[in-house]
């Protein structure tokens, strides 16, 4: 008797653990909130997501080295110009060489108030809570923090956008 009650608690124990643990699993996918991103800009601006609630919010991840995500940061840059301030954009760039990132803005004529570099050890974090390493996305945020898009396009920004 005494077996099966150990074995009984042992049970229930390890249902709350993986219970308790699964409840602080961030997950950057839709109908999800959002992993709060901090990071501090290149005029020492402490910027962070949680601060810009409110309204929606464009996390776009991008790299020199993806086509792809580099392709989509000039697009949401351009879609951004075009739209006022009807949302805020953060476009982060994981290069090595900030001296890369730097370049690129300028020669992708994009809006440096919204592009911001970080290295490789201030996006551990992040690379976890949006999965990065599995390659780069985009995420639009309601302003109530939940990830109502991953990889949105044009069109799908302005469905949103006219919304609100």
Not at 41 to 56: E, I, T
Not at 67 to 82: C, P, T
Not at 103 to 115: C, G, P
Request: hydrophobic content about 40%; glycine content about 4%; proline content about 2%.
């Amino acid at each position: 008797m005494k077996k099966t009650l150990s074995y009984i608690i042992f049970f229930l124990i390890l249902t709350v653990l993986v219970a308790a643990y699964a409840d602080r699993v961030v997950k950057a996918d839709k109908g999800y909130t959002a992993p709060d991103i901090e990071m501090l800009a290149n005029d020492s601006v402490n910027v962070s997501l949680d601060k810009l609630r409110g309204k929606y919010v464009l996390v776009n991840f991008w790299d020199s080295s993806n086509a792809v995500s580099r392709i989509a940061a000039g697009e949401y840059d351009r879609f951004l110009h075009n739209n006022g301030n009807s949302f805020s954009l953060l476009s982060i760039n994981t290069d090595e060489n900030p001296e890369l990132f730097k370049e690129i803005v300028k020669k992708d004529n994009l809006d440096s108030s919204t592009q911001f570099h970080i290295s490789d050890a201030k996006t551990r974090h992040l690379s976890e809570n949006y999965r990065l390493d599995s390659g780069f996305s985009s995420y639009l945020i309601d302003p109530q923090g939940k990830i109502v898009a991953v990889n949105p396009s044009v069109t799908t920004l302005e469905k949103y956008l006219s919304q609100h």
